[in-house]
């Protein structure tokens, strides 16, 4: 299973951006997905969680300003993020649990990271 992130890049305090991330290879089932930071400096941190009954929890800095969610035809998850504050500054890594049979157990998988940097 592999992921890949994207939709990183450069935006004002104030405004938004949204993250992607695609699971490919062989999947059987998708549990959990999860979106995490790590700022420099900083251990990596929680941001959005979204479990598969589409059951949500978010990271307090982060909470109304967020929106987790996951396309499963797609094998995707989002993160849009609106009200951006240079505190939001960071590497984001999606995260989620599969396997690729259904008697496996399930794994977790990572994706490469992607820059959010938030700044006038």
């Known amino acids: 299973v592999q992921l890949q992130a994207s939709g990183g890049g450069l935006v004002q305090p104030g405004g938004s951006l949204g993250l992607s991330c695609v699971a490919s290879g062989s999947i059987f089932s998708i549990n959990a997905m999860y979106w995490y930071r790590q700022a420099p400096g900083k251990q990596r941190e929680l941001v959005a969680a979204l479990t598969s009954d589409g059951m949500t929890n978010y990271a307090d800095s982060v909470k109304g300003r967020f929106t987790i969610s996951r396309d499963n035809a797609k094998n995707t998850v989002y993160l849009q993020m609106n009200s951006l504050k240079p505190e939001d500054t960071a590497v984001y890594y999606c995260?989620?649990?599969?396997?690729?049979?259904?008697?496996?157990?399930?794994?977790?998988?990572w994706g490469q990271g992607t820059q959010v940097t938030v700044s006038s």
């Open positions: 995260n989620i649990y599969a396997k690729s049979r259904a008697a496996m157990p399930f794994n977790s998988y």
